[in-house]
Structures are given as C-alpha cells and as structure tokens.
C-alpha cells in the first residue's frame, strides 16, 4: 500500500460537542530550558485544549532553536489533528529523545498549529509562563 493510500484510510475525526478542541494566543511569554539551554522563547504560543486533556502550549518554530532539535523517525497519528512527527533535544539525553512534536500538515480543524512546536514537559528541564 503507498504511503497516500495509508493516509486516507486512517480516520479523520472533526472537532465537536463529544470531542471539543479551541486554540487561542497564549499571552504569557513561554520560555523552555533544557540542559541550561533555551531552546525556545516566545511570547506568541498558541494554547491548545482538547477534550479533557490539559491544555498544551504550542510555540512557533521561528522562537524555537530548531538546531538545538533533531527530527527522529517517530511518528503517531491522531485522527483530529493529523500525522505527527518528533524531534529530540540532544543536549537533555535519553530523557529528551522525542521530546518534540509537530503537526506538519495539521488537518483545517486545527490549522493554527502549523509551523509549531510543542514540548513534553517532563522530557525537558523547565517550560515556564513569564508573565508578558
């Protein structure tokens, strides 16, 4: 089966009563450390909430040091938002291997998140929200 075919039988799921997803600014300034390293710091993060998970704070690649990440071969796909890939932080260790994730080509529903980032919390040392 080609990798098209697989992408088009996997379910697409649209946001809803039963399965809510908002993304709205987050005006904290974020700022993420790992190995006393800032990896990312911004202050146009896009917080996302989905169902009754926690909101997570999804930061723009150009306020990420994307040559601090390396992209790995994992991958997960989520039926609402899409194919998700991964990336590493070398300098946190094995504690930060695929640390990182990223919706390349997110589904319309959640389109904003396009050209972001979002980090594990315990995969890094600190992802703290300054007061803007």
Known sequence: M?????VHSK????????H???IAHNPARIVVTVAG?????TRNALALREASYPPVLYIPRQDVEMALLEKTSHTTYCPYKGECSYFSIPA??????NAVWS?????AAVSEIKEFVAF???RV?????RSA
């Open 2 to 6: 080609s990798q098209n075919a697989e």
């Open 11 to 18: 379910p697409v799921k649209i946001p809803g009563p039963d």
């Open 20 to 22: 809510p997803i908002t």
């Open 37 to 41: 390293q800032v990896v990312a710091d």
């Open 92 to 97: 946190g260790g094995e504690r930060s291997v």
């Open 103 to 107: 919706y390349e080509a997110p589904y």
């Open 120 to 122: 594990y919390p315990d």
């Open 125 to 129: 040392d600190q992802i703290e929200e």
